[in-house]
């Protein structure tokens, strides 16, 4: 007997069923703004792989843009030079990669479509962006291996975060058993690539601002 739908599935459900041709432009921007904020609280809440599955069968890019344009100022704004560069390379990288772990996760089987893989890769990589965003705020710290450790151990909880929650959303998929690993290990490599971005910009500000107040 089938289970009776919950709150947040019906309210998913007329969401997709809003008419947005004659409403204010400022109610649909505040719609948007409330579904990515709701879909940010389930990358972030342990054991919501299957409320996350039911709210991405309406996929959408905004979010994930959001967040990678997010990454990639915070990590700018910790370059001492060459800000404008390190933006462009994390923007690339985001998409490319996200673009080759999906081609990567299709061609294995799985019954995934190719912008809706792209959304939850997107917006699982929030973890790493507030651990980029705290580590701007750990500056005011005096010692600076206390900070390169709280970044370091940061950046390790944050990546195996965002990887749980993206595993948690791709083992339930129709995936073969044999293939999983597979489809599992670029999508690890897609993380680690991002959180070594994360700490090199953390630990390179630490250096550069060492060597300034250093006489």
């Known amino acids: 007997m089938a ?3 919950s709150f947040d599935d019906i309210e998913i459900q007329a969401d997709r069923h809003v ?3 004659r409403e204010p432009v400022s109610t649909t921007i505040l719609r948007d703004v409330k579904l990515v904020g709701r879909r940010l609280a389930l990358v972030l809440l342990p054991g919501s792989s299957d409320s996350l599955r039911i709210e991405l069968r309406d996929w959408e890019l905004w979010g994930p843009l959001f967040i990678c344009m997010s990454l990639a100022v915070v990590l700018s704004l910790e370059a001492v030079h ?4 390190v933006f462009s390379v994390v923007f690339i990288v985001i998409w490319a990669g996200s673009a080759v772990v999906t081609i990567n996760a299709q061609l294995l089987g799985a019954a995934l479509s190719f912008f809706q893989t792209l959304c939850i890769l997107g917006y699982c990589i929030f ?3 507030l651990a980029a965003s705290v580590n701007l705020f750990w500056r005011l710290l005096g010692d600076d ?13 944050c990546c195996g975060w965002s990887m749980r929650a993206v595993s948690a959303y791709l083992q339930d998929s129709t995936i073969p058993e044999n293939r999983k690993s597979l489809v599992l290990f670029p999508v690890l490599l897609f993380y680690i690539s991002l959180s070594w971005m994360v700490l090199i910009g953390s630990t390179a500000s630490l250096t550069v601002q060492h060597y300034r107040t250093t006489p």
């Open 19 to 21: 008419n947005t041709l």
């Open 3 to 5: 289970s009776a739908p």
């Open 145 to 157: 291996r206390v900070r390169a450790v709280l970044s370091l151990l940061l950046v390790i909880l």
């Open 82 to 85: 060459e800000a404008s560069l």
């Open 127 to 129: 973890p790493l962006l």
